[in-house]
């Protein structure tokens, strides 16, 4: 992404805080996955989003009309021996030439440097409580700077939360985020179709994953959004199944709820097809319910329209349809009133997203649902998932778990799914699977 997209989210920032305000971000901290192995780092999405700086073991620091320059960036120094085992760094030069910094310091002054910025403040902008070692080191800068008050110096006496106003930029998507955005998911819906595509009974769940994952590194995204969510048969009713190890078997339906992510950005789609290319009169009576109830969701993404109404046309859609198939009875809108679809759909029907897949941004805004505007992105996927263990559902529904998700961004005439590419009509589904079959 070009570094004047960072450039300007930092300038919009610092014309938030204004005069007599301090911002401060650090990054995410590595963390041991084991012993002394660690996790592959990502940049704190905050982080990232004002400077685009991937590396560990930094702090953004934003301080308006300071002569000696508004973005200074913390961060480690070049080290020949360290980069010859762990990789190259920017060091502090690099930072300043490639990443848009006023000044840079090393990380190990942090705690030399940063009480002097503090001095004569009035406001600190952060986000407490999200990594707690940081927010006792700011808590002790703070107080070593009251201690000076004799000396004529004040420390600021307001915390403002930093990320109320990232999370509100964050929110309405560039056009160079709606690029990533749009790669993220083609790169997603190619991984969806492979796994339609290779799927065959006896395989087992996490080979399909496999052939996700590779999709997604072949195509540039190095990192899926999230772990990925392959689950046949009953573990299709298991909302967040990630153990992808069951065997898959002839005549169980099988859902993905995958995403690849591109520079940061998310996308997060989720398929249901049958394992062996072939949906049973009773899943593709569910999955039309499904669908329908998405397609009613995906209308009401509109400008001018509100957070909740894609959920509310996807619920009655799916009353209805249960009443149809014979596993709700009565009247829909009595039973639209008594959440009676609860059992077999559970959840909302999007969310925000962007760096995050569940992305920030208030879905209400003074106990009114938000209003949806240009530049926003959310997902649509309503689902039934038909457990077993429902009491009395009647066997013949059982373990038909569906769920169809979709990434939608909000234009000023309506609506683009971004993730048009992945099939999902019973009849595209199909004859992509069936043309692999015969291959």
């Not at 982080?47 to 480690?76: I, K, N």
């Not at 083609?186 to 590779?214: F, N, P």
């Not at 009133?337 to 059992?343: I, K, N, V």
């Amino acid at each position: 992404m070009d570094k004047r997209e960072f450039a300007r989210r930092r300038k919009r920032l610092m014309d938030m805080i204004d005069i007599g305000g301090i911002a401060i971000q650090p990054t995410a901290p590595e963390r041991v996955r084991n012993r002394d192995v660690f996790y592959p780092h990502r940049a704190d999405s905050d982080f990232f989003y004002l400077t685009g700086y991937p590396e560990p073991d930094a702090v953004a620091v934003m301080v308006p009309d300071r002569p000696q320059g508004e973005f200074l960036l913390f961060c480690r120094e070049r080290d020949a021996d360290a980069e010859t085992w762990h990789g190259r760094r920017a060091g502090l030069n690099g930072a300043c030439e490639l990443y848009g910094a006023n000044d840079a310091f090393p990380i190990s002054d942090l705690d030399d440097i940063l009480p002097g910025l503090l001095e004569n403040k009035e406001r600190i902008y952060y986000t407490m409580g999200r990594y707690l070692d940081f927010d006792q080191r700011l808590v002790g800068w703070v107080t070593r700077v009251t201690a000076k008050g004799r000396a004529g110096i004040h420390a600021p006496d307001q915390f403002v939360s930093l990320g109320h106003l990232l999370h509100e930029s964050r929110l309405y998507k560039s056009p160079q985020e709606i690029k990533a955005m749009r790669r993220a998911a083609a790169i997603t819906a190619e991984g969806h179709r492979r796994a339609m595509s290779v799927c065959r009974t006896g395989m087992y769940e996490y080979q399909i994953e496999a052939e996700l994952l590779h999709t997604f590194m072949l195509r540039g995204a190095r990192s899926p959004a999230y772990p990925s969510i392959v689950g046949g048969g009953a573990n299709s009713c298991i909302l967040h199944y990630i153990e992808n190890q069951d065997q898959l078997k002839d005549g169980d339906l099988l859902l993905i709820d995958a995403g690849a992510e591109y520079d940061c950005y998310a996308s997060d789609i989720t398929r249901t097809f049958p394992i062996n290319g072939n949906f049973t009169k009773d899943q593709a009576a569910v999955y039309e319910v499904v669908l329908e109830a998405q397609l009613a969701a995906i209308a009401e993404i509109q400008p001018g329209n509100t957070w909740n109404m894609p959920h509310e046309a996807a619920v009655e859609v799916i009353t209805r349809g249960l009443i149809d198939l014979g596993i709700l009875k009565g009247r829909a809108s009595k039973l639209i009133r008594e959440e009676a679809f609860r059992p077999y759909y559970m959840h909302k029907t999007g969310h925000w997203l962007g760096m995050d897949v569940h992305d920030v941004g208030d879905y209400k805004l003074v106990d009114e649902w938000r209003t949806f505007e240009p530049g926003m992105v959310t997902t649509v996927e309503p689902g039934l998932y038909l457990s077993s263990n429902i009491k009395g559902l009647a066997k013949r529904w059982w373990n038909i778990g569906i769920r169809i998700e979709d990434n939608v961004l909000v234009t000023k005439l309506g609506h683009e799914v971004l993730s048009a590419n992945a099939p999902k009509q019973i009849d595209d589904i199909e004859s992509l699977m069936h043309q692999e079959r015969a291959a």
